[in-house]
């Protein structure tokens, strides 16, 4: 095995994708797809991604969609999701990732993010879990890692990716749109202000399932979670080989979801108009220009898919 300098990791393991930042260069995403190893001889499963760990087996990312069905994956639409046996693969997976699978065996340096709305209730069962010595093997490849880890609120660590590019007494609102979750954090002087930060369980999922319900009115039934959110991107959908144009039903979803989220985030912030407000997430591309028409002064931030991945790396690089 080798050892390393210290790496250190930004990894945001969320319910639709896990994204990583790394010291080392590496900037990656993977399906955040997970569940136990099949007892099948399928064709091409010996080459699938796989994660062993305290004597259990593993399918992650693209591996566990082509080979597990919906119901034998890990539900990652839960409270629970965040430090369950899945997630820990998903994060096992990304750290082996940012070392070009190679075996190695020494310290790395993490942090990871939870939503706003759950940080209270799992940062310190989380952070007890995650610091400290791991085994584990991913396709083939044993790694023993010394793990000093850093539990974080994903929206705030989205500001930290911004982190130099406003004034320090400005106030900062951080709409951070995943696909389970949005969070909100308010910050000033590039300090969390608790008591105007927190969260919901509205995000990409709330979009997904309103355009698989709306399609099935069309006859059209989407069950696989690439596909749907594919046809979310395009704005199309194939019905019986003639294009289904769905581009005004997204619109008008999406200002009925930002509206909801406005609804959540003026009970901490008001109109928030004494606040610069920056739109980071998955779901950022997706409502930023919906949340632009309640809060005409809301901006893309830079690099929204990764903000919090690298948000995360830059907080353990000030640290």
Same mark, same amino acid.
């Given at each position: 095995?080798?050892? $390393?300098?210290?790496?250190?990791?930004?990894?945001?393991?969320?319910?639709?994708?896990?994204?990583?930042?790394?010291?080392?260069?590496?900037?990656?995403?993977?399906?955040?797809?997970?569940?136990?190893?099949?007892?099948?001889?399928?064709?091409?499963?010996?080459?699938?991604?796989?994660?062993?760990?305290?004597?259990?087996?593993?399918?992650?990312?693209?591996?566990?969609?082509?080979?597990?069905?919906?119901?034998?994956?890990?539900?990652?639409?839960?409270?629970?999701?965040?430090?369950?046996?899945?997630?820990?693969? $998903?994060?096992?997976?990304?750290?082996?990732?940012?070392?070009?699978?190679?075996?190695?065996?020494?310290?790395?340096?993490?942090?990871?993010?939870?939503?706003?709305?759950?940080?209270?209730?799992?940062?310190?069962?989380?952070?007890?879990?995650?610091?400290?010595?791991?085994?584990?093997?991913?396709?083939?490849?044993?790694?023993?890692?010394?793990?000093?880890?850093?539990? %974080?609120?994903? @929206?705030?660590?989205?500001? @930290?990716?911004?982190?130099?590019? %406003?004034?320090?007494?400005?106030? *900062?609102?951080?709409?951070?749109?995943?696909?389970?979750?949005?969070?909100?954090?308010?910050?000033?002087?590039?300090?969390?202000?608790?008591?105007?930060?927190?969260?919901?369980?509205?995000?990409?999922?709330?979009?997904?399932?309103?355009?698989?319900?709306? $399609?099935?009115?069309?006859?059209?039934?989407?069950?696989?979670?690439?596909?749907?959110?594919?046809?979310?991107?395009?704005?199309?959908?194939?019905?019986?080989?003639?294009?289904?144009?769905?581009?005004?039903? *997204?619109?008008?979803?999406?200002?009925?979801?930002?509206?909801? *989220?406005?609804?959540?985030?003026?009970?901490?912030?008001?109109? @928030?108009?004494?606040?610069?407000? $920056?739109? @980071?997430?998955?779901?950022?591309?997706?409502?930023?220009?919906?949340?632009?028409? %309640?809060?005409?002064?809301?901006?893309?931030?830079?690099?929204?898919?990764?903000?919090?991945?690298?948000?995360?790396?830059?907080?353990?690089?000030?640290?």
């Amino acid at each position: 095995m080798s050892n $390393l300098s210290v790496l250190k990791i930004g990894i945001d393991v969320g319910s639709g994708l896990t994204k990583a930042t790394s010291s080392n260069g590496k900037q990656f995403a993977v399906e955040s797809m997970v569940g136990i190893y099949p007892d099948t001889d399928a064709f091409g499963l010996d080459g699938a991604s796989r994660v062993d760990f305290n004597g259990r087996s593993f399918l992650v990312g693209d591996s566990a969609r082509n080979y597990l069905k919906a119901s034998d994956r890990y539900d990652t639409l839960t409270p629970d999701w965040s430090g369950c046996d899945g997630w820990m693969a $998903l994060m096992y997976y990304a750290i082996a990732y940012s070392m070009d699978f190679q075996p190695f065996k020494g310290k790395v340096s993490l942090a990871t993010g939870v939503p706003q709305n759950l940080y209270g209730s799992l940062s310190k069962s989380l952070s007890e879990k995650m610091n400290g010595k791991h085994s584990f093997v991913v396709n083939g490849t044993p790694y023993q890692i010394d793990l000093e880890a850093t539990i %974080i609120p994903q @929206a705030f660590s989205a500001a @930290a990716s911004y982190q130099g590019k %406003i004034e320090q007494d400005d106030a *900062l609102g951080i709409i951070d749109i995943g696909t389970y979750t949005t969070g909100f954090s308010s910050v000033v002087d590039y300090q969390l202000v608790d008591h105007e930060s927190g969260g919901t369980e509205i995000g990409m999922h709330t979009l997904y399932s309103d355009i698989q319900e709306y $399609l099935k009115t069309q006859g059209i039934t989407v069950s696989d979670p690439r596909r749907i959110r594919g046809i979310v991107e395009k704005g199309f959908v194939q019905n019986k080989q003639v294009p289904l144009n769905i581009e005004n039903v *997204l619109t008008e979803r999406k200002r009925a979801i930002a509206k909801e *989220l406005s609804d959540h985030i003026s009970f901490y912030w008001g109109s @928030a108009s004494d606040r610069y407000i $920056l739109v @980071a997430g998955g779901g950022a591309v997706h409502f930023h220009e919906a949340l632009r028409e %309640i809060y005409p002064h809301a901006a893309l931030i830079e690099n929204p898919f990764y903000a919090v991945s690298v948000g995360l790396f830059n907080l353990l690089e000030s640290y």
